[in-house]
């Protein structure tokens, strides 16, 4: 995956928005304010791309112990938060398929109104 995939992708979902909060470099995605997916610039140029996306407790343990490349969140909640190698052993599939699930948990997190909101935007 490059990041012009990921960049799309993420923008593709309702009600997405990017920001840059951290600093010019931490390229953050958020739904109705809350963060669901955030990565490095400067790691994807130098080639060593990641993301930290949002996971389930549960699941985040079983991925984590399924793939060398899934390891607790760099900088974020060790729970709740994986950061994922890019085109190393986790297939672009999945990847897309843990940023579904990141922005599904954090848009299920906002008020019934909200979520009511983001579902009439048209994409």
Known sequence: MNLETYYEYCLSKKGVTEHFPFD??????????KMF????LSQWEK?????N?????????????EYVDIQPGFHMSKTHWNTVAVNESVADA?????????????????????QSEIQELVN
């Open 94 to 114: 999945l990847i897309k398929e843990l940023v579904d699930h990141s922005y599904d948990l954090v848009f299920k997190s906002l008020t019934k109104k909200l």
């Open 47 to 51: 080639g060593q791309p990641s993301v």
């Open 53 to 65: 996306l949002k996971c389930d407790p549960e699941r985040a343990q079983e991925l984590r112990a």
């Open 24 to 33: 010019e470099d931490t390229l953050v995605f958020k739904v109705g304010g």
């Open 37 to 40: 997916a955030l990565s490095s």
